[in-house]
């Protein structure tokens, strides 16, 4: 038979362990607190990645392409040094006004911004020098071109002259012959006289009518 202080020590346990598993359920309920999220930095996102080199952009291409042109002392194509305004009008090559520079009275019709071919002429639009300064157009002689390297014009003209200063860190170069009364054929390297080698290459390739190439003037 149980004695009543049993009974009341079995009855004390039980409630024990009923508080402290309603303790416990209750507890489960509420929010960790003991670690709070850390806010996030205003304004702050993933940093971007670099787009591969093959999705780099490329600088745009020429608007228009060279057409193909033989260079001769004088003459770039049917375009030729000497010729007056009637002269060039009848050949459909030029148009009145300036490719870039106020000084300049005509340009080629095939280059309007003058990225690849220039002209120059007198007050009276008689034409004095044409040049080119991109790749397409080729000498008659040695099939050169913007871009050939010192060491094949040195090749194509054999009595070439030593190069001379020309300004804007570049040099000039003149085919032997080009005395003054003849057309002449002049070359400009995209380097200083004193560190041309044979790798330079060539930047323009100008003809006049019995002077040495103006490569370089002011706007």
Known sequence: MTSPLTRRTSTLALLLTLGLTALAGCGSDEPDRSAPAAPSAPGSSTPATAAPASEQPTPPAPATDLPALVIRPGAIGDARVGMTRAEWEATGLFAD???ICESELIHWKDDPDGA??????????TITQLWVTASGPVTAHGDLQVGSTYAELAAAFPGLTEPVDDGYDQASVYPPGEEDGLPYLGF????PPDEVTAATPIAAIAVTGGEPAYFQFDC
């Open 97 to 99: 006004g300036a490719a």
């Open 116 to 125: 690849g071919l220039r002209a120059l002429t007198d007050e009276d639009a």
């Open 188 to 191: 400009l390297l995209d380097a």
